[in-house]
């Protein structure tokens, strides 16, 4: 082998063998799709885009996308009982089935994460329609929830085959949400370094950041979290345990109401907070709320910001800083009457963290509403 060649391979094997471009899709499974979809386009702003059933020739299920920037959320829901969509409403709830992966080729992404060890969901097929041709496979990760493989090739309809565009006369106003930032996964006591290790070994992630229980405790209860990166960057999934707390922890209640492992929170990107949650709130999402306390302290402990703090200490969002720069956040309550999905809004301003300073106060907000469900 000549010296060029061996080089070459050397690159080759070094390579990231799951190249990502982002989050595709989110797919929630949920006992109404109709409605769901409504309520997203209502409460956050999203618009129709696709729909897939009946009518298109898909007989055990519907199918919504709506979209809003780079952000798409498909709802499904099932038709009839006693199939895998309505077994795992009847378990779950609704909530995330599928965080969909955007890759350049869907057929390699499922060898080589199978490969290593991953479980499949489903193995590499071609979809096609006049409007050209999407490859998918997927694998399974923690709990029930899959990791989708979507390979677009310059596909021009509206969603992927199976789904008609899908125009609407209700077209809510945007409230300046952009794509997802990240996406956390709940696991099982002493579950966390094997999900680590999967997205490693099976996934080609980096542990990107680690927190214990002395970072993220209160009075009562505690969680451990190890953030997981892929090669750029542009797809992170922290991943929680439960820890030994006086009290049951946020992270037991969502195991216990969800019945099993499941995705905690989606975090949704805005380059305006303040707008943002100001739209949200006003359209009737609801948000935890940090006492007013914490913005004595505020200036002192993240430095200057460009935000008025006024508007920040009246929605209840919250900063810290690193050492990139900081962050602005803040979090929904459940977004069902099961006390387990909820999402975040998050603005960078330089920071690649996940608000630290922020977890003491948040998870104490989180124990308050845990104690009006009596779960705590
Ligand atoms: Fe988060």
């Not at 199976?162 to 952009?178: D, E, F, H, M, V």
Request: a negative charge.
């Amino acid at each position: 082998m000549s010296t060029q060649l061996a080089t070459a391979a050397t690159v080759a094997t070094n390579a990231d063998f799951l190249p990502l471009q982002g989050t595709d899709y989110v797919e929630f499974y949920v006992g109404n799709a109709k409605q769901a979809a409504h309520f997203y386009k209502t409460a956050f702003g999203f618009q129709s885009l696709a729909y897939a059933g009946p009518e298109t020739g898909v007989k055990d299920r519907a199918s919504y996308a709506i979209r809003q920037e780079k952000l798409t959320f498909v709802f499904t829901t099932p038709l009839r009982a006693g199939n895998a969509i309505a077994d795992h409403v009847y378990k779950h709830g609704d909530g995330v089935k599928m965080l969909a992966l955007r890759v350049e080729d869907a057929t390699s992404a499922w060898e080589e994460t199978t490969k290593r060890g991953a479980r499949s969901y489903m193995e590499p097929h071609k979809m096609q329609d006049d409007d050209g041709e999407v490859v998918m496979s997927g694998i399974y990760t923690y709990g029930e929830t899959v990791h989708l493989f979507i390979e677009r090739r310059n596909y021009k309809g509206a969603f992927m085959p199976g789904y008609r565009a899908w125009k609407s006369n209700y077209n809510p106003t945007p409230t300046g949400l952009q794509y997802v930032d990240h996406c956390v996964g709940n696991v099982g006591w002493n579950q966390m370094n094997k999900w680590v290790k999967f997205y490693e070994e099976v996934m080609g992630f980096r542990n990107i950041l680690s927190f214990d229980d002395n970072d993220i405790s209160t009075e009562y209860s505690a969680l451990m979290s190890k953030v997981m990166s892929n090669g750029n960057g542009f797809v992170k999934f922290p991943i929680n345990e439960p820890a030994e707390g006086k009290k049951k922890s946020q992270v037991e209640e969502y195991l216990e109401f969800y019945d099993g492992e499941g995705c905690q929170h989606v975090a949704l990107a805005t380059n305006n907070i303040v707008e943002t949650v100001t739209a949200l709130r006003d359209r009737g999402v609801e948000f935890l709320q940090v006492p007013t306390s914490y913005y004595d302290e505020l200036e002192s402990r993240v430095g200057k910001i460009d935000e008025d703090v006024t508007p920040l200490k009246e929605l209840g969002i919250l900063v810290d800083r690193d050492d990139e720069g900081y962050l602005l956040q803040i979090f929904t309550k459940p977004v069902e009457d099961r006390p387990t999905l909820f999402f975040e809004i998050i603005q960078r301003k330089g920071a690649k963290s996940f608000g630290k300073g922020n977890f003491k106060a948040l998870f104490e907000a989180i124990e308050r509403e845990q104690e009006l469900r009596g779960n705590l």
